[in-house]
């Protein structure tokens, strides 16, 4: 475990922990974002640019733009007193249950074994092919999923308009 | 003669190399990256600040100009009479903006309205390690992600306009935040599919690799520069269009519209942070030219290639090919009223994004088309391709604007 | 087509810019402390109080009438009347201010005081470089400071003054008519007393003579008024 390695991760771990914590909404998506971009560091750090970058052009960039409009927009940002009722025991334990499940499946697979050899250089060109030959198919079905709710949010906006009116 | 002038051309690099020399000796192995990195980093911090400060010196001198005044043109060195044609002005703004009070409102939520210009500055900072300012002169050459890179650190930035906005707790400030996310946000799609079509070209994301693509010579001595393409001179408007809006700048600077919202998200900053806002917001504009500049305008190389021209050093090549973008940012800024919000999206999404889609068909088209039909046929057929959408959708919003009635004002 | 309004525009902008180094008609801009323009003669900042003589306070108008004082909108005027009089410039015996202060920081240069004040004794001055370092007592102007001469008077506001000084020479006319008159008055009045008297005294026996003292006190009380006339 490298240094850097141990400064993203306590920093990704950390921020997770105050997104959780925090009482006020907006902070919480603030440390949100926070552990987006640790997450990117960590793919920095295995080498996967693109992958890092895009993390942080989609996630610090434009998802957590969404959360914080989404925060605003519908409730006040206001931290309340009263305390939470629900024991966080059940949670936690769901947490751990997958958690533990994922790492024994990743520990069985035989990708946990193939870590030695060294990774081949991914260049964006081979990504590209990649998408557009052998993973079109699943590319063409997100882009269907992604067509079908931005027009499900558009029809939701416009119902909204004409019932206004 | 001509070698005499290469070596000014590399001697920021041969300096820098000469540099790390020395200190090998004495220092420890593992600090020559940090040292090296330092060193890289100095020119930046050094050059561009220095010329956001003139820049605010030049654009209300020339604003000034523009309507007919004269423009700040008083101070001078201080307890004489040399008065510098005025260009003392930014170092007294900058002494006054970090002796004035620096005043937080009390309902603010402190630990973000203290960050909010700190996470702002850091990614336009870190924006510049990717643009090559001369031949071989890239602080982080990123071969596969260059221009990602620069996308990705660039949009974080709106998340500080977010927080800088909601944290003062006054609704102008929020409401400027919420314009300048939902703006910035807009734009970012013009902006990126505007460059995407370099990258179509170019088959790389490597800033470096796009500047070199363009070193190509046509007729024996123009460079290919890509705004001599008809793909390239239209997205390198289309760029430049939502790289002001990106930037906050003259016709697209709602968030900070002073007649309406105060100063926008800034409104509750003081002192030293409201110099950090504007600082930048100055220095996303240059990058964001200098991207323009690497992308469309052939980074440092120079327009042609004969001898005069050559022998000026690539830098100086890029650094005048940004000034002139500056200037014409001030230009316009000195021509254009501001926008209305809904024009402002409208543009974006009915004007900026098909003409950035029809770009992106265009420039394959040429891209696959380059064997088979000659130049001379291939520009004009590309320009049409370009020019009658871009009339047909222009027409419509003329239309919609000739038709405006007043109803009191006639 | 869209984009040419903006090319239009453009070319506006920089006609100005370029025609703004050439053309003095653009750049009407005076740098002010080098370089300055005569003031306009409507121009009114700050009352001053006008004297006629060489010394300042000897020759001020002002009679302390206080009318200035009531009526200014701000209240900004502080008038202290003498206990004694003197001669005004055309020689009637008049009050004086003995202490007469505006508040520079209140006043807002409406010019009411100079409409209501019916001896043309205080006036508006173009001068218009009032600040003062001082915010207390530097903003209080007192009589010594607000005292300005007629001819400065002449100089800022040729017009107005002429008009003034007609209405004032009028009034030293009317005075020395009406000094006149009252010397001749009283002479005529002197005249008929004493021929009256004359004839009293023929007629009435020499015990009654004590009543010829009765106009003695017109005579002291028209000798001031014709003297200073004289
Ligand atoms: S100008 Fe107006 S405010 Fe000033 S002293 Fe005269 S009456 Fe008062
Ligand atoms: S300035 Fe005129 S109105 Fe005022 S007290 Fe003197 S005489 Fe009277």
């Given amino acids: 475990m490298t240094l850097p390695f141990a400064i993203i991760a306590g920093l990704t771990v950390g921020s997770a922990i105050a997104a959780m914590s925090l009482r006020n909404l907006v902070h919480c998506a603030l440390s949100l974002v926070l552990t987006f971009a640790g997450l990117a560091g960590l793919y920095l750090q295995l080498n996967a640019e693109f992958v890092g970058f895009t993390q942080i052009l989609v996630y610090v960039g434009a998802v957590s733009i969404l959360i914080v409009f989404a925060i605003l927009l519908t409730r006040s940002t206001e931290p309340k007193d009263e305390p939470t009722t629900v024991t966080p025991w059940v949670g936690i334990s769901v947490a751990v249950g997958a958690f533990l499940t994922m790492a024994l499946a990743v520990l069985a697979s035989p990708v946990g074994k193939r870590i030695a050899a060294p990774a081949p250089e991914v260049s964006v060109k081979t990504l590209g092919q990649k998408l557009m030959t052998d993973y079109v198919l699943p590319l063409e079905v997100m882009a269907l999923l992604l067509t079908a709710a931005m027009l499900g949010a558009v029809i939701i906006a416009m119902k909204d308009k004409e019932g206004s009116r | ?410 | 087509m869209l984009g040419t309004g903006i090319l239009k525009g453009m070319v506006e902008t920089a006609k100005n810019f370029a025609g703004s180094y050439h053309d003095p008609e653009r750049l009407t801009t005076v740098e002010y402390p080098e370089q300055r323009i005569a003031s306009k003669e409507n121009a009114r900042q700050f009352p001053f109080l006008v004297h006629d003589t060489e010394d300042p306070m000897q020759g001020l108008r002002c009679v302390a009438c206080q009318i200035c004082e009531k009526e200014c909108p701000p209240q900004c005027i502080y008038i202290v009347k003498s206990k004694d009089k003197r001669a005004d410039y055309k020689g009637q015996m008049q009050l004086y201010p003995v202490t007469f202060d505006i508040d520079l920081s209140v006043c807002m240069s409406c010019q009411i005081c100079v409409e209501v004040c019916p001896f043309e004794a205080i006036k508006m001055d173009t001068e218009f470089e009032l600040s003062n370092t001082d915010r207390f007592g530097g903003l209080l102007v007192n009589k010594h400071q607000l005292a300005k001469s007629n001819e400065h008077y002449r100089k800022i506001h040729p017009t107005e003054a002429a008009v003034s000084d007609d209405a004032l020479a009028i009034e030293v006319a009317k005075a020395k008519a009406k000094a006149k008159a009252d010397v001749e008055a009283k002479a005529k009045a002197a005249a008929d007393a004493k021929a009256k008297a004359e004839a009293a005294a023929a007629a009435a026996p020499v015990g009654v003579a004590a009543t010829a003292p009765v106009p003695k006190p017109s005579a002291p009380a028209a000798a001031p008024a014709a003297a200073p006339a004289a």
């Avoid at chain 2, 604003?63 to 044609?85: A, C, S």
């Avoid at chain 2, 997205?235 to 939502?242: E, P, S, V, Y």
């Fill in chain 2, 1 to 410: 003669m001509a070698e005499l002038f290469a070596k000014l051309d590399q001697f920021p690099v041969t300096l820098k190399a000469w540099l790390m020399n020395l200190l090998q000796g004495f220092l420890p192995e593992w600090t020559l990256p940090l040292v090296s990195a330092a060193i890289s980093i100095t020119p930046i911090l050094a050059v561009f600040p220095l010329m956001f400060a003139l820049t605010t010196v030049i654009e209300r001198k020339g604003l000034g100009r523009i309507q007919n005044r004269i423009g700040p043109n008083r101070v001078g060195i201080p307890l004489t009479n040399i008065r510098l044609f005025g260009f003392g002005q930014f170092i007294a703004d900058g002494i006054k903006s970090l002796i004035k009070e620096d005043v937080v409102p009390r309902a603010a939520d402190k630990v973000v309205h203290f960050l909010a210009p700190i996470a702002l500055l850091i990614p336009v900072l870190l924006t510049y390690s990717v643009l090559p300012f001369g031949k071989n002169m890239v602080p982080l050459d990123l071969p596969q992600t260059g221009l990602l890179f620069f996308f990705a650190v660039g949009a974080s930035t709106e998340l500080s306009v977010f927080m800088a906005g909601w944290s003062s707790r006054n609704k102008y400030s929020l409401l400027g935040a919420m314009r300048a996310v939902a703006q910035m946000v807009s734009y970012e799609i013009p902006l990126i599919l505007s460059s995407l079509t370099v990258v179509m070209i170019t088959g790389t994301l490597s800033l470096t690799a796009i500047v070199e693509s363009q070193a190509t010579v046509h007729f024996g001595f123009l460079h290919n520069w890509h705004l001599f393409t008809p793909w390239g001179l239209v997205g390198f408007f289309l760029f430049l269009t939502a790289a002001a809006a990106e930037a906050n700048r003259t016709p697209f600077d709602l968030p900070e519209a002073e007649s309406e919202i105060i100063a926008g998200y800034f409104t509750e900053y003081s002192g030293f942070k409201f110099a950090i806002f504007f600082l930048a917001e100055y220095l996303g504009l240059f990058a964001m030219c200098g991207l323009g500049i690497t992308l469309f305008l052939g980074g440092w190389l120079p327009p042609v290639n004969i001898a005069p021209f050559t022998w000026i050093p690539s830098w100086c090549w890029f650094l005048g090919k940004l000034s002139a973008l500056i200037v014409l940012f001030i230009w316009l800024r000195g021509t254009l009223p501001r926008l209305r919000t809904d024009q402002l999206m409208g543009f974006a999404w009915k004007f900026l994004l098909p003409m950035t889609l029809i770009n992106l068909v265009v420039a394959a088209l040429w891209h696959l088309l380059a064997n088979n039909i000659p130049l001379v046929a291939r520009w004009p057929l590309g320009f049409a391709m370009l020019a009658v959408p871009y009339w047909l959708l222009g027409r419509s919003f003329e239309a919609k604007f000739t038709k405006r009635e007043y109803r009191f004002a006639n």
